[in-house]
């Protein structure tokens, strides 16, 4: 029943998802480009028509009464900024203790521009051995999916090349937001 509300949704709103779910079981989606409050609903029910259950990270703030109960029901985890703490050996602990997560983490950090995407996503594949998935959302086509996996080697510079090369041609819904697709280390 929620698949079929979920592909209502996807038809009212003009949009439609494209691929498959990714064949590996745990994995980090990352979510790129992260423009807009849309991308998680969007995200969210592109994933439930591909049948993937996804995890979320979202700041601890969005989990307080009457929102918290709803944010964990649809896979979210609470980040708490205000505590020091190694998010990246958390988050990849959790992945190498489930065997069926995908946890999708905005490869901006967030949705206003920012000169370079945070590394979070790919050092927490690279720690918990995992694949990165490309996740989309392409607001001038209107549809969005699960792209390729690419295991992590190690080697930023030519891991990003395959990223940049993924993501050139996808627009987020304000594409003036969307910085350019390099990590701090590259500069």
């Known amino acids: 029943m929620l ?3 979920a592909r209502l949704m996807l038809r009212i709103t003009g949009w439609r998802p494209e691929g498959t779910r990714p064949a590996a079981r745990s994995y980090v989606l990352m979510s790129a ?3 807009s409050n849309w ?6 029910t592109i994933a439930i028509v591909l049948d993937v259950k996804v995890s979320f990270m979202a700041k601890s703030q ?3 009464w009457p929102l ?5 029901k649809v896979g ?5 900024r205000d505590r020091r703490s190694n998010m990246v050996d958390q988050m990849a602990d959790l992945l190498r203790t489930q065997s069926d997560l995908a946890l999708a983490v905005p490869a901006e950090g967030t949705r206003g521009y920012v000169p370079h995407w945070k590394s979070g996503f790919y050092h927490i594949a690279l720690k918990a051995g995992v694949p990165v998935v490309f ?3 392409d607001y001038a086509r209107k549809c969005g999916g699960f792209g390729p996996e690419m295991i992590p080697t190690g080697n ?6 395959v990223i940049r090369d993924f993501y050139s041609d996808i627009q987020g819904k304000y594409p003036e937001s969307f910085g350019e697709i390099r990590l701090k280390e590259e500069m």
């Open 156 to 161: 930023i510079t030519e891991d990003m090349d």
């Open 62 to 64: 969005l989990f307080s």
């Open 68 to 72: 918290g109960y709803l944010m964990r």
């Open 33 to 35: 480009p992260h423009t």
């Open 135 to 137: 996740g989309y959302l």
């Open 76 to 80: 979210g985890i609470p980040v708490y």
């Open 3 to 5: 698949r079929l509300i």
């Open 39 to 44: 991308d998680l609903f969007y995200l969210l």
